[in-house]
């Protein structure tokens, strides 16, 4: 389910910040769409720092996962405010490894961080834009030094700038929005000077098979239309999403409810994410997100070094293992998951919670 949160670190919109609600309905994973206000005089994050942490403790107090997206309200900041948010705002997210699932890339874009619209986000790039690729990497570079999962939203980013970091997950937020082989709103289709041959397809073939970590989303309607439930227990097979809101649009709560469709719904997400877990999603292997005496960690070792994690190509990604440590790594991070998701039941009981 999705709620949020405003640039004073205060639950808006809605919600009162509570997760009674919440945890009463079984849903114990929350997307929180986190505003951030560019006005003069409102740049002062330490309030929304100072809340962040005590969701960070309420969460923790309630055992429900966090999955954080920040936008600026009225469109995207100019770069020097959106580095110095990142600066700021990267140590506080660090804290919350342990509640954290994954973090939407979000900060750019025309609206909601969508990555679509901006300037620094437009809705075509071919990869070749200085100024775009910049921008793009300045965001997943910085959330990729927390040690914690990056989604983002366009299959084509993560093939222009990201591919093989083991690190980087994906959010379809109109799933099924023109229905089976559709294009889901912009999802599939806007790779076109990427793949020039049958872009659509590639694109959906690329999202299928060439990213390694949490893939999640919800559908939409106000693009297209809600998809048939037995259309979107085989995306969710298909595409091995690991969560889905559950809000939106309306009728997803009811598949859910179903006593048909329900088990098979849950018990899909729940195989997805314990593959991705397992790193059978993965080109590489994952940094271990279970590390450390806390049985209950989603994030990433305590001890990782935070600094910039590249690769030999320049861009962000986790460390080299060497071929002798990865089966026991691997072995040892699939043991501690499946304790923390038969314990917390945090995705047969997840539903949801993002866009």
Known sequence: ???????????????????????????YLLRLYIHLSKQPGELDRSRLCDGLLRLFEKLREYRVGLIPRFYYDGGEADFGLMQHDLNVLTPILSQGRDVIMTIQAGFLGAQWGEWWGGRHAPDSDHGRDARVKEAKMLVVQSLLN???????????????????????????????????????????????????????????????????????????????????????????????????????????????????WGPQLRDALEQNYEACCRGAFCMAPLMDPMAGPDPHRFGAHPHQPQHPLMTSNGYPGAPAVAPEAKASKRLSRTSTLRKLYRSQNLVKKVLGAFT
């Open 1 to 27: 389910m999705s709620r949020d949160m405003d640039t004073w670190g205060e639950a808006c919109n809605g919600w009162d910040g509570t997760l009674d609600w919440i945890v009463g309905n079984q849903i």
């Open 146 to 260: 927390t040690g914690i999962p990056v989604s983002l939203r366009y299959p084509r980013d993560i093939a222009n700038f990201f591919q093989n970091i083991p690190l980087i997950g994906w959010h379809n937020d109109a799933v099924l929005a023109q229905g089976p082989q559709g294009a889901d709103a912009g999802t599939f289709d806007k790779g076109s000077k990427l793949w020039p041959d049958n872009a659509l397809q590639a694109a959906q073939h690329f999202a299928r098979t060439a990213i390694p970590n949490v893939r999640g989303g919800e559908s939409c309607e106000d693009a297209g239309k809600p998809p048939r439930v037995e259309w979107l227990l085989e995306f969710i097979r298909e595409y091995r999403l690991c969560y889905l809101n559950v809000e939106y649009p309306g009728n997803i709560r009811g598949f859910f409810d179903d006593p048909t």
